[in-house]
């Protein structure tokens, strides 16, 4: 069964900085495409990040596109994302998952974390 846990999340002023963690069980975490997705109460889940298994692609949401980076270290079982000049808006439980497509869509990804609070004060 795998497992995925979501760390590093937080509150912190607008202009701050996150980095959210993601750790995986099992050992075939550098087969599968890695993302992370949003939620605000009363919305739908929303895409923010994903990236292949090597590493080499990746795409962003365009709310975050050059201010969020994301990584993993396949060595290590865990997704990365590197939250820079953060805003009010991006607010939201802040979940990682994995796919077995290099997809953006919610419904590919099959294995959830249970999420992570993400506050930005403004």
């Known amino acids: 069964q795998v497992q995925l846990v979501e760390s590093g999340g937080g509150l912190v002023q607008a202009g701050g900085s996150l980095r959210l963690s993601c750790a995986a069980s099992g050992r075939t975490f550098s087969d599968y495409t890695m993302g992370w997705f949003r939620q605000v109460p009363g919305k739908e889940r929303e895409f923010v990040a994903r990236i292949s298994w090597s590493g080499r692609f990746t795409a962003y949401a365009d709310s975050v596109k050059g201010r969020f980076g994301i990584s993993r270290d396949n060595a290590k079982n865990t997704v990365y994302l590197q939250m820079n000049s953060l805003k009010p808006e991006d607010t939201a439980v802040y979940y990682c998952?994995?796919?077995?497509?290099?997809?953006?869509?919610?419904?590919?990804?099959?294995?959830w974390g249970q999420g992570t609070q993400v506050t930005v004060s403004s």
């Open positions: 998952a994995r796919s077995g497509r290099l997809s953006t869509i919610v419904s590919d990804y099959d294995y």
